[in-house]
């Protein structure tokens, strides 16, 4: 199987993918961080533009669940 990449055939099984950051504990994200974090993305999802009905969709329940984190009153835990 073939992925296109910049209009250029490559094999999936050549795809690096990096592995996950590793988050320390002593790397908690504050609570300001998080909502910004989470405004930026909401902001991203904005941006975004669907190729069809349903990848809109599926964008727009992402677009909810993050309004959802921005306006609670605590941090969702991990």
Not at 3 to 27: N, Q, Y
Not at 44 to 56: G, I, M, Y
């Amino acid at each position: 199987m073939t992925v296109l990449a910049d209009k250029i055939e490559v094999p999936v099984a050549e795809k690096i993918t990096a592995p996950p950051p590793i988050v320390k504990l002593s790397e908690v994200i504050s609570p300001d961080e998080w909502n910004g974090a989470l405004k930026w993305m909401l902001e991203e999802k904005r941006k975004a533009k669907p190729a069809n009905s349903l990848e809109k969709k599926k964008i727009d329940e992402q677009k909810a669940l993050l309004k959802q984190y921005i306006l609670s009153k605590s941090i969702p835990s991990l």
